[in-house]
T-cell receptor, first 112, second 114 residues
């Protein structure tokens, strides 16, 4: 199957700083990518749909100014957590693919 | 709006035995995709099996098979000859036929006893 690479796999940052997470489709083009957040023992919660060349579509309750999404090319989408706070600590996962979703490895964010 | 429900938060199976994980969904669409994903402790999401709604035949992948009941909107996963490596969270998911976001169930945590 296709490969989606997510980087970094783990990051620790100080409260108030920003963190960027990258999601790349390695062997296919993705006009749409999805960003999820997952808490321990829970399901994946869709945060936003990333659209190449246009603004992302955010799910209800997700702060677009805090979670900035940029999809500047057909193979790269980035999620920037701005002014991070401890409550933003979580596991973030991206996916791409038209029929079958291919997932990145996920990023464990810890804000201290 | 489409919804996916997994009513079993936890399941347990003896090694080499068979276990069935339940999933029901709600949609007004006639064409769509259904998936089972596995999430082991590494948290990497792995596709287990996929079913196209227009296909009546149940999908099978080695030890994994589904029982797809379109009228009942049911999509259960059967794991035969369970192995220790099958221990993971399993998510049932729905996707519209023309693409779009995946809708996940709550997940079922499967443990395999040696």
């Amino acid at each position: 199957g296709a490969v989606v690479s997510q980087h970094p796999s783990r990051v620790i940052c100080k409260s108030g700083t920003s963190v960027k997470i990258e999601c790349r489709s390695l062997d296919f083009q993705a006009t749409t990518m999805f960003w999820y957040r997952q808490f321990p023992k829970q399901s994946l919660m869709l945060m936003a749909t990333s659209n190449e060349g246009s603004k992302a579509t955010y799910e209800q309750g997700v702060e677009k100014d805090k979670f900035l999404i940029n999809h500047a090319s057909l193979t790269l989408s980035t999620l920037t957590v701005t002014s991070a706070h401890p409550e933003d600590s979580s596991f973030y996962i991206c996916s791409a693919g038209d029929t079958e979703a291919f997932f990145g490895q996920g990023t464990r964010l810890t804000v201290v | 709006a489409q919804t996916v429900t997994q009513s079993q938060p936890e399941m347990s199976v003896q090694e080499a035995e068979t276990v069935t994980l339940s999933c029901t969904y709600d949609t007004s669409e006639s064409d769509y995709y259904l998936f089972w994903y596995k999430q082991p402790p590494s948290r990497q999401m792995i596709l287990v099996i996929r079913q196209e709604a227009y296909k009546q035949q149940n999908a099978t992948e080695n030890r994994f098979s589904v029982n797809f009941q379109k009228a009942a909107k049911s999509f259960s996963l059967k794991i035969s000859d369970s192995q220790l490596g099958d221990a993971a969270m399993y998510f049932c998911a729905y996707r519209p036929y023309l693409g779009g976001k995946l809708i996940f169930g709550q997940g079922t945590e499967l443990s395999v006893k040696p």
